[in-house]
């Protein structure tokens, strides 16, 4: 008797495991066909192989792309490699991307970057705080940006936010959008909730409209089983008027894999739309 009562117990354990990864993997998987958008002016941008998962611009047109991260059970195409930080000037004719130097003292050998932010003081200095992974564990870095060398100086570990007015916050796996406006007592309300068919990662702002770009993935399975015959696919969406009762969503740029894999972030600049990805690529647009 016992050992049945044991083996229906591993039976019903065992049934709410499939149901729970069942479960999991529709929410991993948002659609399985990519429909193709492509913009007309657009080309990858060189020394990215690797990843360049989150992206931040500034008013100026610097922008700071984190690139290389490596995370368990994510494919990575440099696993050797440590992460970095480069930066692009938009406002060049043809922007390139340079790494920048980070200041002694620092352990590049584990840099892991994943988030990005960066913030200007009253004094215009540049700073980034960035989400970093090394040997998997989650520490924030503060660097401050030395334009005239191009470098960055490492500050110190900390832990920290940065808060605006409106707050969103993408939740991946229910593939929604939340949207929250900050109080002056540092509360939050909970305006809204948008629901998306794909699967939502990095947010990015456009300052001079408030749209939001989002970089999405369509199958979160693809990320993590990967396979070269059938990679991940890219997405970007577009979202206007976020604020008002229907919000305009649109997709600006949708690709199977073939040119960029995996898209984690888009982030736009006086005309000009930079995409990043997890593990593969990054793309330039002219919009």
Known sequence: MGR???????????????????????RLKASSQVQ??????????????????DIDILPNGLAFLSVGLKCQGLHSFAPDKPGGILMMDLEEEKPRALELRI?????LASFNPHGISTFIDNDDIVYLFVVNHPEFKNTVESFKFIEEE???????????ELLSRYI??????????HVFE????????????LNLDTLVNNLSIDPSSGDIWAGCHTDGQKLFVYDPNNP????VLRIQNVLSEKPTVTTVYANNGSVLQGSSVASVYDGKLLIGTLYHRALYCEL
């Not at 900050?182 to 909730?193: G, R, S």
């Open 36 to 53: 193709s958008v492509d913009l007309p002016n657009c080309h990858l941008i060189k020394g990215i192989e690797a990843g360049s998962e």
């Open 150 to 160: 191009n470098s960055l100086l490492h500050l110190k570990t900390i832990k920290h």
């Open 168 to 177: 969103y916050v993408a939740d991946t796996l229910a593939h929604e959008i």
């Open 4 to 26: 049945l009562v044991a083996l229906s117990l591993l039976g019903i354990a065992l049934a709410l495991l499939g149901e729970r990864f069942l479960a999991l993997r529709n």
């Open 103 to 107: 200041s002694r003292g620092f352990d």
């Open 182 to 193: 900050k109080h002056p007592n540092m509360n939050l309300t909970q305006l809204k909730v």
């Open 232 to 235: 991940p696919s890219s997405e």
